[in-house]
């Protein structure tokens, strides 16, 4: 037997067993559909204070897909610092929905880029249905999403545990619960820099990272900060400026030692190439980027010009977590505590063993209702 005759032969086998059991047509179904949309309000453990604002409770949009019996769950996470809230996310999704209802979800890469034309902004209600799509996708090849993507799941990073800015006493509790996680983010850029540092260093000897949400304003304070930050174990500063000021951070890197990561400053792909020169990586969100799809595009271009890859989270539930989860074998860090950070988590899915990310197992994102 000559090698086309091969190949001929494994052709016909491989359509003629396709047909024979079922797949072709499973992949084919289109029953009824339909997209619910609720607002859910997540309480935080403790009141949530970062430096632009601070929060007892997040109100975030919950998606439910249904098709041939399969549920593919989603999550919004809206954010006051992208123009975001969760009545106009519930409205951006109403206007999809038609759309939504009538795709074929198989199809998920035309999908996203239909979903990019319905929404134009408000970047959390895309990243609400790319994920739910991607879920019932995932349910109905019955595989975890890492799988679907090609992933290593025993590649999954160490995530940090966020210490909010509070007062020392508080500071000093957060960082004992936070006890079973190897690395801390830690949140400045008010008045009270030092006195957040040294009271962490008074407990701890963690590695730490250190994040201002552009909390320092002129590039001869963020350089200061920096220096005093290098002798304190600090590992990477993120987003020390303003989003703006892409010249004076250049201008700061030249100066210091640690790695410097944009958050506030790059949202998706197209924001990438103009901040290589300025930062050492990039924070990828799913609520910035519109969902894991678009995140994998900005992981590969990050990789090619050489950037650090950090993949974060706003505060969401174990849905919007578990989503980034699944593709966070791709990433150099990550900051995905932000269901560990709530009291009511509607989901579970991923899970955290000695601060690294366990994957569920389950098929598509691998998150069930709390019952
Ligand atoms: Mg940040």
Same mark, same amino acid.
């Given at each position: 037997m000559n090698n086309s005759t091969t190949r001929r032969g494994f052709f016909k086998t491989t359509a003629a067993s396709l047909m024979a059991s079922g797949i072709a047509g499973r992949y084919q179904s289109q029953g009824k559909s339909t997209m619910e949309v609720k607002v859910q309000r997540l309480n935080l453990t403790h009141t949530w204070t970062i430096s632009r604002n601070s929060s007892d409770f997040k109100d975030n949009v919950f998606v439910r897909l249904t098709r041939d019996g399969i549920t593919g769950w989603g999550e919004a996470a809206p954010n006051v610092r992208y123009g975001e809230s969760a009545q106009e996310t519930v409205s951006k999704l109403e206007a999809a929905r038609s759309a939504i209802e009538s795709a074929n979800w198989l199809h998920y890469t035309d999908l996203k880029a239909r979903i990019d034309e319905l929404i134009t902004d408000e970047s959390c209600a895309k990243a609400a249905l790319d994920i739910a799509v991607l879920d019932w996708v995932g349910k109905k090849f019955n595989q975890p999403l890492f799988r679907i993507f090609g992933l290593d799941p025993a590649r999954t990073p160490v995530t940090t545990f966020s210490i909010g800015i509070d007062t020392p006493d508080v500071v000093r509790q957060k960082v004992k619960e936070a006890a079973a996680f190897p690395v801390l983010k830690i949140k400045v850029g008010l008045k009270n820099d030092q006195e957040m540092l040294e009271t962490v260093r008074s407990v701890t000897d963690k590695p730490l990272r250190v994040d201002a949400n552009e909390g320092w304003k002129t590039k001869e304070e963020a350089l200061e900060k920096i220096r005093w930050l290098e002798g304190?174990?600090?590992?990477l500063i993120e987003? %020390?400026? %303003?989003?703006?000021m892409l010249e004076e951070t250049r201008w700061l890197r030249e100066r210091v030692n640690m790695p410097i990561l944009a958050d506030e400053a790059?949202?998706?792909?197209?924001?990438?190439p103009a901040l290589s020169s300025a930062f050492d990586g990039i924070n990828v969100k799913l609520m910035k980027s519109g969902g894991p799809q678009e995140a994998l595009t900005m992981i590969k271009m990050a990789r090619a010009l050489g950037m650090k890859i950090m993949l974060g989270c706003m505060i969401e539930s174990s849905v919007a977590i578990a989503a980034a989860a699944q593709i966070? %074998?791709?990433?150099?860090?990550?900051?995905?505590d932000g269901n560990l950070l709530i009291s009511n988590d509607p989901f579970k899915g991923s899970t955290v063993e000695k601060g690294k990310i366990v994957l569920p197992s389950? %098929?598509?994102?691998g998150v069930e209702p709390v019952a």
């Amino acid at each position: 037997m000559n090698n086309s005759t091969t190949r001929r032969g494994f052709f016909k086998t491989t359509a003629a067993s396709l047909m024979a059991s079922g797949i072709a047509g499973r992949y084919q179904s289109q029953g009824k559909s339909t997209m619910e949309v609720k607002v859910q309000r997540l309480n935080l453990t403790h009141t949530w204070t970062i430096s632009r604002n601070s929060s007892d409770f997040k109100d975030n949009v919950f998606v439910r897909l249904t098709r041939d019996g399969i549920t593919g769950w989603g999550e919004a996470a809206p954010n006051v610092r992208y123009g975001e809230s969760a009545q106009e996310t519930v409205s951006k999704l109403e206007a999809a929905r038609s759309a939504i209802e009538s795709a074929n979800w198989l199809h998920y890469t035309d999908l996203k880029a239909r979903i990019d034309e319905l929404i134009t902004d408000e970047s959390c209600a895309k990243a609400a249905l790319d994920i739910a799509v991607l879920d019932w996708v995932g349910k109905k090849f019955n595989q975890p999403l890492f799988r679907i993507f090609g992933l290593d799941p025993a590649r999954t990073p160490v995530t940090t545990f966020s210490i909010g800015i509070d007062t020392p006493d508080v500071v000093r509790q957060k960082v004992k619960e936070a006890a079973a996680f190897p690395v801390l983010k830690i949140k400045v850029g008010l008045k009270n820099d030092q006195e957040m540092l040294e009271t962490v260093r008074s407990v701890t000897d963690k590695p730490l990272r250190v994040d201002a949400n552009e909390g320092w304003k002129t590039k001869e304070e963020a350089l200061e900060k920096i220096r005093w930050l290098e002798g304190l174990g600090v590992e990477l500063i993120e987003q %020390p400026l %303003p989003s703006a000021m892409l010249e004076e951070t250049r201008w700061l890197r030249e100066r210091v030692n640690m790695p410097i990561l944009a958050d506030e400053a790059v949202k998706t792909t197209r924001d990438i190439p103009a901040l290589s020169s300025a930062f050492d990586g990039i924070n990828v969100k799913l609520m910035k980027s519109g969902g894991p799809q678009e995140a994998l595009t900005m992981i590969k271009m990050a990789r090619a010009l050489g950037m650090k890859i950090m993949l974060g989270c706003m505060i969401e539930s174990s849905v919007a977590i578990a989503a980034a989860a699944q593709i966070s %074998p791709l990433v150099d860090y990550a900051d995905l505590d932000g269901n560990l950070l709530i009291s009511n988590d509607p989901f579970k899915g991923s899970t955290v063993e000695k601060g690294k990310i366990v994957l569920p197992s389950g %098929p598509g994102l691998g998150v069930e209702p709390v019952a």
